[in-house]
């Protein structure tokens, strides 16, 4: 069920002048509602000339401290606003919003969970409540650089870590599709990052006959499907990602027709 309340900032983490974590808990005390990996959340900006409330996907959810987790990158005015932001500060969120990732698997095979950029941030918790599960998920990084590669140790405490990174600075150099890792069994592809790394991970999908998973990143502004902003065809039609995604098995999008 939808909320919208206020949450306490606990912590603002600078990862580096992009980015940042907020760890965040119901201003009220009351426990954060059932949340699945891959949803998102809404969250109210107050600064000048920002009036709509700005999609954050859910990084992290730490059940005993009753906290939340959003990875924030500096995108503009908007998210300039939040990473600004103090402790002890509030956040309006509305949440939890969309459909979140398969965590219900059969197989015996790893899962490999792939991003790029700030497209790494709904894998942690995924990877976190997999392994809860028993599963083995391991992680492929992309970045620019290794400057840029976010919350490694935060992943290395879940699973095995593959990176790339393009200037090869750490890694293997170049895109995560040219890893040597998409050589081995894998039940299941979960990936987010940019449009073009993740249906280039879904090409190799369709070639190994894996099952893949991706959270499309599509311009949001109500997260109720009532804008129309985000909408994106698939095989039964154009529908919106915040409704019916944001996460979406690639048999249902047209992107290998």
Known sequence: ?????????????????????LILAPADGSNLPMILPGQFVQVAVEAPDVFLRRPISINDVDRS?????????????????????????????????????????????????????????????LGRELKARGYRPEFLLGARS???????????????????????SEGVKGLVTAHPTFGNTYERYYCCGPAPMMKAIAAIAYKNG????????????????????????????????????????????TWNQ
Do not use: W
């Open 1 to 21: 069920m939808k909320q919208v309340k206020d949450f306490l900032i606990i912590e603002n983490i600078s990862i580096n002048s992009n980015y940042s974590k």
């Open 210 to 253: 894996t099952q893949c998973e991706v959270s499309l990143e599509n311009m949001m502004a109500c997260g109720l499907g009532a804008c129309l902003c985000c909408v994106e065809k698939t095989v039964k039609g154009n529908v919106c990602v915040c409704t019916e995604g944001p996460v979406f098995n690639i048999e249902a999008l």
């Open 65 to 125: 401290a009753n906290t939340l987790t959003l990875l924030v990158r500096n995108a503009g005015r908007g998210t300039s606003a939040l990473i600004a932001l103090k402790a002890g500060q509030k956040l309006n969120i509305m949440l939890p919003l969309g459909n979140g990732f398969t965590t219900d698997c059969t197989g015996n095979a790893p899962l490999l969970l792939i991003g790029g950029g700030v497209g790494v941030a709904p894998l942690l918790y």
């Open 146 to 168: 290794a400057g840029d590669l976010l919350s490694l140790e935060d992943f290395r405490s879940i699973g095995p870590v593959h990176i790339c990174t393009e200037d090869g």
